[in-house]
């Protein structure tokens, strides 16, 4: 793993330098979009509404628009916000785990101690698993401010970003406003049922059926040769065109041009 920041955790006094890692990832087969006629990479334009022309990235503003109004804002408009460039995971509080309710989680990272001695990270994952409390912290990750929990996993202190409150939606559903009698049987007939399908969770027993399938299914397409040359897909060099969208009619004409060409140098 490589890390992707580098700073301190502080809470009172105490500094303990860290280290951030990605704590998962993603291992989706990544497909793309391909033209059912030839196999052909099928790209999107960065087209202008206005002009209709194809506008190179360079020339592209971010704007915002409230539905009647759009405001521009240019990369100097941007850059001119105050962007924290703290080096530092500052703890705000430390407040009891049941108190932080698991739909603000949002990424996890892992914190490696970046020091000759790691007393100091050692002696905060202890105070963590004795007092059963998790720190609530602020620090800054490209470019924005956001707010984490620090807790502990295994041997490891682990920095999980938080949602915003005002990004959890609140809800209130009509059905269940008259909650409907359950009687003591039907507890008792259910928690049976709970009790019957009872265990200790281990992750390492579940598996993405679809991406394993999916696998499957691409390297049996391979096995029996039915597959297309990469090359063959791409209707000119990407760094001809500057990773701009061609023209399907000159993609199509590029790859017979080239179907020809292997079969006069096959025979």
């Avoid at 049941?98 to 105070?127: G, N």
């Avoid at 059905?175 to 007939?189: F, G, H, I």
């Avoid at 928690?191 to 499957?216: C, I, M």
Wanted: with cysteine; hydrophobic share 35%; net charge negative.
């Amino acid at each position: 793993m490589r890390s992707i920041w580098k700073g301190a955790l502080t809470f009172g006094l105490v500094n303990v330098p860290v280290k951030l890692y990605a704590a998962t990832e993603d291992h989706d087969v990544s497909l793309h979009q391909v033209h059912n006629a030839d196999g052909g990479r099928i790209r999107y334009q960065r087209k202008c509404e206005v002009y209709g022309e194809v506008v190179a990235y360079a020339d592209i503003n971010r704007a915002y628009d409230d539905g009647e109004r759009t405001v521009v804002l240019t990369d100097e408009d941007l850059k001119a916000l105050p962007a924290e460039r703290s080096r530092e995971i500052d703890v705000v509080e430390f407040v009891p785990s049941e108190q932080v309710d698991p739909i603000t989680f949002d990424k996890a990272y892992y914190l490696e101690p970046d020091s000759k001695s790691p007393k100091a990270y050692v002696l905060l994952r202890e105070t963590l698993e004795r007092t059963d409390r998790t720190a609530i912290v602020r620090f800054s990750l490209r470019p924005k401010t956001r707010l984490a929990a620090l807790r502990v996993r295994g041997d490891v202190l682990m920095l999980q970003t938080l949602l915003w409150a005002d990004e959890v939606r609140q809800v209130s559903f009509p059905s269940l406003e008259d909650s409907p009698t359950v009687s003591k049987k039907e507890l008792e007939l259910s928690a049976n049922l709970v009790e019957s399908y009872s265990g200790d969770f281990d992750p390492d027993e579940f598996v993405d059926e679809y991406q394993k399938e999916l696998r499957t299914l691409i390297e049996a397409k391979l096995e029996q040769g039915d597959a297309i040359d990469t090359d063959a897909t791409f209707g000119r060099d990407e760094e001809e065109t500057g990773g701009e969208v061609i023209d399907l009619m000159e993609a199509l004409r590029a790859s017979v041009e080239k179907s020809r060409q292997t079969k006069k140098t096959a025979s």
